[in-house]
């Protein structure tokens, strides 16, 4: 028997593998997105509508009596940043909210980078009107604030250069013609001419370098709330949101998915993919290859009889054990309808409920159960507990009979081997449904006398984990482990099995067409 992989080996995800995954957990994905874009949607419509409105103004060097006439100098980006700390000083929002109120919204920035000269002055109210309001009277405050502190700045100068000047001419007075009577004359021209600068750029400062470029227009739309890009924006963050919820909990989920989860935690490889059984009775109680030998899921057990056959050839396989991991994984229907599907090819095929603590063999094919195996065990001939199926000649049945006090002492006595020695030489074809593995030591003791073990679990609920220990423990005892088998697999899955239970419909369908 091959070693089971070990579990948590990491393979390479491909794209089908992800595709696997979330065609698995859609609705992991699906609901988040549709929760958190209603949410967002909802949030939004309930906002209030707000409007905004820009004014651009343009920043040059002021002009001046040598520049005048000239292009206006562009300020440098030093100068730039220091202006735009002014215009969003709290001064000058102060100023602004005197006449426009609390409500509006007040910004400014440049237009594009730092190495733009253009400020945006905006605005945001839910009145339309005020708010472009709002932004002129920003963009006016701003270049009334810049015009006032150039003018008092050049009045500064202005001052300084006159007293000077009066000094100059005091000292003139003072001072004989000479070298230093003329250096003062020079002194007292270069001053005169700088005073006559200063005069001319103050009367010329109302301009103060800033422009009105567009004055803001009254908005007809608002800027918020925006519910079409809201939405679209958090269904991308609910997509995210719920594609990480579904790969997080795929990768916490242990359960047999398909048949390769199976083959790849239990080491062996799978002979058989079983569909649900959907409706009626609990799935053990079924025999779907006696009531309804036609379809698709009886089609299912005569593939895995095929692929007994097969391995039969190889090896000597007159008695199969069929146990699983925990109960409710489906051995008593896999066995039961194992059992009808070699019977109905020809062989005299015996099935013996082996499980001494929970049989169901008996209410599987509506028998009795007062005699069995036990009472073979305890002296009772095999013709006392051999019950035959109507309408199945080669298919014979030894219940459970009455349970012992201590199933693995009796299925380990001698008695017991000669008793399935025995059943050897009744029929062409033995099989033993026996209990869980992970349960009870029972099965490890039936499997010394059985020619081959299929391991039986369900997917969606057998934990991949407890297929690897159930297979390790057969190891173990060296369990002639041929092959697993995967119960209650939904045929709207897809994969392989999907495409198998599909063809298995249409050949049942084209079977019923030629009967009617």
């Known amino acids: 028997m091959s070693q089971p992989a070990v579990f948590g080996e990491a393979d390479e995800m491909t794209l089908r593998d992800y595709a696997a995954v979330l065609s698995r957990r859609r609705w992991l994905v699906i609901v988040p997105a549709v929760i958190v874009t209603a949410v967002a949607l909802a949030m939004s ?63 400014v920035r440049l237009a594009a980078g730092d190495d733009s000269d253009v400020f945006l002055f905006s605005a945001a109210s839910r009145d339309p009107q005020l708010a472009a309001d709002a932004a002129d009277t920003y963009a006016d405050t701003y270049i009334d604030a810049r015009r006032t502190a150039l003018i008092t700045e050049l009045q500064t100068r202005e001052s300084v250069v006159v007293d000077r000047l ?8 003072a001072t004989p013609e000479g070298a230093e009577f003329e250096a003062l004359v020079s002194q007292l021209g270069r001053f005169e001419f700088e005073l006559e600068s200063l005069r001319t750029a103050i009367a010329l400062a109302s301009g103060s370098g800033a422009t009105v470029i567009d004055r803001a227009e009254v908005p007809s739309t608002p800027f918020e709330p925006t519910p079409a890009r809201t939405a679209a924006l958090a269904l991308v963050v609910g997509l995210l949101l719920g594609l990480g919820i ?32 959907k409706g009626g009775e609990p799935s053990d109680m079924h025999v779907i290859a006696r009531e309804s030998p036609a379809s698709p899921a009886a089609e299912a057990y005569r593939a895995l009889r095929t692929a007994m056959q097969f391995l039969s050839v190889d090896r000597h396989l007159q008695t199969i054990q069929v146990t699983s ?27 013996i409920d082996g499980d001494l603590r929970r049989p169901r063999v008996h209410h599987s094919f509506s028998l009795t159960n007062e005699v069995g195996f036990t009472s073979a065990i305890a002296g009772a001939g095999l013709a006392e507990v051999v019950q ?47 209990p869980p593995v992970l349960v009870v030591s029972d099965p490890l003791v039936i499997a010394s006398s059985a020619d081959g073990v299929i391991l039986v679990a369900s997917a969606g609920e057998t934990d991949r ?21 995967l119960n209650s697999l939904d045929a709207d899955h897809g994969g392989s099995y999907s495409y198998r239970y599909t063809y298995g419909q249409y050949d049942t369908d084209r079977h019923d067409s030629v009967e009617s």
């Open 45 to 107: 419509l309930s906002q209030t509508e707000r409007y905004q409105a820009t004014t651009d103004v343009l920043l040059r060097e002021p002009p001046s009596a040598t520049t005048l006439g000239d292009a206006a100098e562009v300020l440098s980006n030093r100068v730039v940043q220091n202006e735009l700390q002014r215009a969003q000083g709290s001064a000058i929002e102060a100023e602004v909210r005197e006449v426009v109120g609390d409500e509006p919204e007040l910004s």
């Open 166 to 173: 009066a000094e100059i001419r005091a000292e003139l007075d």
């Open 246 to 277: 579904a790969f997080l909990a795929d990768y916490l989920d242990y359960s047999l998915r398909n048949e390769e989860d199976l083959g790849k935690a239990s080491g062996l490889p799978v002979s058989g993919v079983l569909a649900q059984v």
């Open 325 to 351: 991991p925990n109960p409710g994984d489906g051995k008593t229907t896999t066995a039961t309808n194992l059992a009808v599907a070699f019977a109905r090819a020809g062989k005299r095929t015996l099935l």
């Open 388 to 434: 035959k199926l109507a309408g199945e000649p080669t298919h014979n049945v030894i219940t459970s009979g009455p349970l012992p006090p201590d199933p693995s002492e009796l299925l380990s006595s001698q008695k017991a081997r000669a008793l399935i020695d025995a059943c050897r030489g009744q029929s062409d074809l033995l099989i033993i449904d026996s």
């Open 465 to 485: 984990r407890q297929v690897e220990r159930a297979a390790e423990q057969l190891a173990q005892v060296n369990a002639p482990a041929i092959g697993a088998v």
